[in-house]
């Protein structure tokens, strides 16, 4: 089977997008798993179908670099945006479906980002006495460090995405450092199992756990190994926000053509 593709990424963390409007592409796992594997693959974080959804602009199908399916992913959402404007869907504003539900995004074309709306955020968990997990479209761990450039991500990651609490369900581990004017985080993701280059759940999951103690408008700017990204929120209480908004780059990188084994039954 040949399929047509294009290579996106968001703050380098970066996805194969498919365009499957018609709903007739069916991946296996494994199918999946070796399109994203590097060196031997296209090679990405995760795999993106676009589709046509009665209702909105598109759906869009996100798979992790494991071949299974993911929840929510901020930069990969953003990136699914700009592949639709890419493919004739050119609106200012934008209405999709993910995962965890409904999905607005408008393009912001002076700065070249997007902005897209996250799902509200009704509770944060204190695990630690300065460690914290909340979802944000998928579930996330925030432990604040410092030297955050030398921080053995991978390594302390894993401890905790397979800690006895989480190994099943797993956890995306977020490690911050709090460098005054903006915050810098780093992040290893579940299903691909290593550190990303960046993590657009992960920065906003961050960017509240760092929030402002009073309530109101917030904006936080965040560093990640990829490039910058931004978060703004409304804080609505001590552990609750509403009009979360990631912002932040999507990129094509390059488009092209696979050819992939069949389903084996």
Same mark, same amino acid.
């Given at each position: 089977?040949?399929?047509?593709?294009?290579?996106?990424?968001?703050?380098?963390?970066?996805?194969?997008?498919?365009?499957?409007?018609?709903?007739?592409?069916? #991946? @296996?796992?494994?199918? $999946?798993?070796?399109?994203?594997?590097?060196?031997?693959?296209?090679?990405?974080?995760?795999?993106?179908?676009?589709?046509?959804?009665?209702?909105?602009?598109?759906?869009?199908?996100?798979?992790?670099?494991?071949?299974?399916?993911?929840?929510?992913?901020?930069?990969?959402?953003?990136?699914? $945006?700009?592949?639709?404007?890419?493919?004739? &869907?050119?609106?200012?504003?934008?209405?999709?479906?993910?995962?965890?539900?409904?999905?607005?995004?408008?393009?912001?074309?002076?700065?070249?980002?997007?902005?897209?709306?996250?799902?509200?955020?009704?509770?944060?968990?204190?695990?630690?006495?300065?460690?914290?997990? #909340?979802?944000?479209? @998928?579930?996330?761990?925030?432990?604040?460090?410092?030297?955050?450039?030398?921080?053995?991500?991978?390594?302390?990651?894993?401890?905790?995405?397979?800690?006895?609490?989480?190994?099943? *369900?797993? &956890?995306? $581990?977020?490690?911050?450092?709090?460098?005054?004017?903006?915050?810098?985080?780093?992040?290893?993701?579940?299903?691909?199992?290593?550190?990303?280059?960046?993590?657009?759940?992960?920065?906003?999951? @961050?960017?509240?756990?760092?929030?402002?103690?009073?309530?109101?408008?917030?904006?936080?700017?965040?560093?990640?190994?990829?490039?910058?990204?931004?978060?703004?929120?409304?804080?609505?209480?001590?552990?609750?926000?509403?009009?979360?908004?990631?912002?932040?780059?999507?990129? *094509?990188?390059?488009?092209?053509?696979? $050819?992939?084994?069949?389903?084996?039954?």
């Amino acid at each position: 089977m040949k399929l047509s593709f294009a290579k996106y990424h968001g703050a380098a963390n970066d996805f194969i997008m498919i365009d499957d409007r018609p709903g007739k592409i069916n #991946l @296996s796992y494994e199918q $999946v798993k070796q399109l994203c594997k590097r060196y031997t693959g296209i090679g990405a974080d995760g795999l993106i179908l676009l589709r046509e959804k009665a209702g909105v602009d598109f759906e869009m199908i996100y798979y992790n670099a494991d071949g299974k399916p993911g929840s929510m992913c901020g930069n990969g959402g953003r990136c699914a $945006v700009k592949f639709a404007q890419q493919l004739g &869907i050119r609106k200012d504003n934008y209405t999709f479906l993910a995962m965890d539900g409904l999905h607005y995004a408008t393009m912001n074309e002076d700065k070249g980002w997007i902005h897209l709306k996250m799902q509200d955020v009704q509770a944060v968990k204190n695990i630690l006495p300065t460690s914290y997990v #909340l979802n944000t479209g @998928s579930p996330h761990y925030v432990k604040p460090v410092t030297d955050i450039r030398n921080y053995p991500v991978i390594e302390e990651g894993r401890k905790i995405r397979y800690s006895a609490e989480f190994a099943q *369900e797993g &956890i995306n $581990v977020n490690f911050v450092e709090n460098l005054g004017n903006k915050i810098f985080v780093r992040t290893y993701e579940r299903g691909v199992e290593d550190e990303t280059q960046s993590c657009g759940t992960g920065v906003t999951a @961050s960017a509240l756990v760092y929030a402002h103690n009073e309530n109101g408008f917030n904006h936080i700017d965040i560093q990640t190994l990829g490039g910058k990204l931004a978060v703004e929120f409304m804080k609505t209480g001590p552990a609750t926000f509403t009009d979360i908004w990631l912002c932040g780059p999507a990129i *094509e990188a390059f488009r092209g053509e696979v $050819v992939i084994a069949p389903v084996e039954k």
